[in-house]
Structures are given as C-alpha cells and as structure tokens.
DNA sequence: ATAATAGTGTCTATCAGACACTATCTT
DNA sequence: AAGATAGTGTCTGATAGACACTATTAT
C-alpha cells in the first residue's frame, strides 16, 4: 500500500495528493433542425492583468470550474453555468436533465500540469463532465473573465469551423464522449423529451432525433410517417402511452415559422423511464 | 467567480479546495451461470494500531484507492487492484476491460467528512467507479490492511445476504449504477465477450447475459434456440461475423462438468465495436 | 391552386419468440 | 437406454422501413 496513505497521516492535507477537480458543463439544446452547444469563449481573468499566464486564450471553450468544498460536483456545474452563462439550471434533480458522461483523469490534460514557462507547484487537475439538456431559450451573458458565451452548432465544432478550430484542452474529445452518451440514451429511454417545452409536437421530438443522428451517423432525415408511428406506439410499465394528445383544438396547434399544416401539441407522460420500443437510426432496406 | 479562484493564488495549493479523489473497482466475473463482484473486507490498518479511527470495520467494501501525482483514474485502479487483491490488469487500454460508471461527490458520503469524533481537518473525498471484467478465474489475496477479499455473488450483495448485510460507504449505490451500465451497454455493444476466455461457447455468452437479466429483470433464463439464432446473426461494419466457429472437430469442444453434448469453440472477431442485433431481455409473447 | 408539413394507413421484409426436432456426449 | 445440453429449423406474430394518401394551413 502508497506510504503516503497511512492512516495517521490523513490529518495533514499536504501529506496526500490533492488533485484540483473540475466541472465541464457540455449544454445541449436544439433548435431548427440543430444541435447546439453552449461555449465560452476564454479571456484574461478578472483581475485584468495581462502578464498572467491563462493557458487557451481565446480558445473557445466548455463552461464549467472548480469544485468548492461541500459542494457535489452536480452543484458546482450547476453554479458555475450561472455564473459564467447565466444559465438558470433547477437544482431539482428530478427536473434537471444532467448526466455525467465522463472522468478526465490523465496528468499531461491539463496545461498548467505541465507548462514549463510558470512558476511554481507542479498541478493536476481533473474533470467530470456533465450532459446538460436545455429546452428555454436562454440567452448567455458571458461573466468577466470570459470574453463571450454563447449557443454554437455542434456540426461546425465537429467540423473544426469555429476559432482556433478545436476547443481549450481536451474539450473535443469530452464533447465527442457526451455525444456519443446521448445516442445511447436516447435510444433506450425518453431523454430526447427533455429538449421538448412542456408541450411539444412529434415534429419537436424527430428534430432532436435528427440533430443528434445527422453528426454521429450518417442519417440525412428521419421519415416522417415512421417516427410518429413509432412514438405514438411507445407506451410505458403499465401500459399507458408515453405521450399523449392535446384535444384537437386550433389553439392546440402551433404553426411553424415557414409554412405547412400546424402541428399538434402533446404532452408527455413523466413516469416513463424506458422506451417501450428502441430509438435508432433508420436502417436502410435492402 | 470564487474569490478563492484568481489566478495569481493557483500556485498556492491551500488556497484553492481540493479533494481527496479515489477509484473504486466494481469488478464483475461470471460463473457458473452466476455473477460475481470482487469485494474486500475492512480491516485494521497496516500499522495495527486498532486506536486509529477506520470506518466501516468489518464491512465489505470495493477495492480501490486515492489516485496518486501524476497517475490517471484509470492506473490507480488497476494498481490498487494490484495491491489489494492481487489481480492483474493489463494496462494496456485495449485489452483491459474498464468503464467508468459513476463519479460519487456528495459531501456527506464519506464518513470521514463529518465524524464528529476525529479531531484534525475537515477532508471531503470524492470517487471515480469503474466497471472491469474479469475473465481468468483469478484468485484473489488479501493485502495487509484488509482482511479477506473474494468474489461474492452479486445476488447474495443485493439481497443484504452477506455480513453487515450492507456495503461500506455508498458501495451498494455504485454498485447497482455499475449494474444499470453493463446491462446498457451489453444491450448495444459486444461487451458480455470480454467475459469469455479467448475461445468460448455460445453457452458462455448465454450465461453473462443471463447472469444480469436474472438481477435486474424478472428473467429466469434465456431460451437457448433462440439465443444461438441470434448471436450467430450478429455481423460488424464490414459485415464480417461477430463470432466463429473453429472447426468441427473433438478436440474443438467443451464439455460441461455436468453432462449434455459438448459445445462448439468459437473465437472473437476484435473489429467489431458494436451489436447489429440489440440484446435485450426476452418479451414474453401475449 | 400550390407548396409544405402533419398525420394515418397499408404493404412487405425482417426480426423475435415459441417450440419441435436432431445431434452428441455422459452416466 | 436415459438424461442433458448443443445446435438447427420452422412457424407465427410483431416490428421496421417504404411509401401512398389524406388533412390542414400559409402563401
């Protein structure tokens, strides 16, 4: 066993290894046909002072910080989205969709563990990454030691069209792992419902679909006629649906921006926690 | 932004919070139809001072330990592995099976946080889980600062039928998010094969499937014709098979310790990184 | 009317579950 | 021979994908 870990020395913090943790936020939302991701974009801090050395200036980058002590790592992403974004997230577990998606642990992640140009102790830090779905329309306010937040699409950031082309550290790679965590989610249980406002149309429910499957597989659209078979079809434990119908009313219908027939609303059935039926990508038939 | 945070203070490493981090190793092995989790009993420390303050004394517990400088998640769990049970991980990150299943970061989950009756610093630890499957019947050995350590059934664990009727800490918690995970993950991606040794039957598949399903779904067992039928479908990408036969012959077979026909080898295609065939538990039909 | 999307229904290939039947080996 | 498991095949109901067709609204 580690020498460093005996037990009469637990008192002391310096006698073990502390590793500074940290929170990445990756903030989902769709929006026509799109999905985005919430980034900041990385300035000097807030005391002004240029000459500090802050590693990925300009670089775009995830939202997120340190963890305070007695804090959970879900209240501190949570804090940080507040102030860094102005993302108003309910600590309510049960009504905000976050998900850990992934550990980032390896000591060479982090510039400061190894920048040669600073001074001082040698640092590691480490990071849990968080899936956060948002459905409000929440305009970011970018806090002072960011230059600017806001919603970019997911597509040019996979597509290196953004900035600097890749995000700060090792943000791509966390962003790629949330996407991947969420296709297996949605296609086992009802995560896609939570980009959805409290009353949504099928059509709200397939974008969010298409935007993820349009990135990580090489789906162009999903067909309309089967999703909405497959989604009225779904039904949970007792048997009752998944979703169900707003009566038949024009003021239960709600118009796109562009043309067509208004669609209807729906509501959703919460106590669902699987999908009765499997959501994947449209095979092609032979 | 924390006013503990600015940057000028970051080569101060009190100046900033900084948890203890530790890995705990969920380590599964299937046999005899049965699932397995290696688990460690707590003992006194190495010094055998019984004075020193040990919480959960006699409790079985996960193995694992505080991730050191300079040393990932990931290579901390495997070397605590090393040490506390004796089992050899490759590092090799191809060839280990290791997941990570849930990061634990509440205040409160470690006693040492708020044992009133400790004297010293406050201490908050926080813990990365990890899913790892084991193949080789290895056995294990105790190290010095725990008592006992070996493979109970996950069944016994969950149904509080082992002493103290409950693990230490939140383990059950982990374990049971480590569950949920596999059974996930084992439903779309060819993982219940890290389970078998480098040839194996089709029986052997059958029995890691059927080991969690029992545990998390009301599965007594799976019907064998239709198994098979399935498996063998299973093709990758490139439409290769996912598993194959090695050839007809006597010395390719297995038998049962019981009696029964012996069982075709079959060895592994490695490419494929995902099922064709969605594994779900059976559906009873109406 | 036209365009565009919503929504329903039908056809068919494929898949899943039930189960029969044969093969092979142990006792 | 009896018993047990391996392995294959068949039948049938359910599901998925292709697509036709109607409905509804904006322009």
Redesign the interface.
Known sequence: ??K?????N??N??A??????ATDGVVFKVQNNELYILLIKRGI???G?TK???PYMDYWALPG??????????EAVIRELK??TNLNLKINKNKTSIY?T??Y???DRDT?SFDGT???????T?S?AFAIITQTSHTPIA???SKEAKYIKVSDVLNKNIEKKVLAFDHNKILEDALDYMV??M??RPLAFDFCDEKFTIGDVRAVYESFWKLTHNIESIELGNFQNKILKQVDQKGNRLINPMPNKPENKRAQEGRGAPALLYTRNKEADYLSY?M?PTQKRL
């Not at 460093?4 to 009469?8: A, Q």
């Not at 001074?119 to 590691?124: D, E, F, I, M, S």
């Open positions: 066993m580690n460093n870990l005996k037990t009469k637990l008192n913090p310096l073990y290894f502390r590793p500074s943790v801090s807030e005391t002072k500090e050395f802050r910080g340190f963890i305070r002590g007695k804090e959970s790592a879900e102030e860094e850990q992934g550990f642990s390896t000591p400061w600073k001074k001082g102790t040698w640092r590691q480490m849990i806090s002072t030691d297996d989610q296609a086992l499997i994947l």
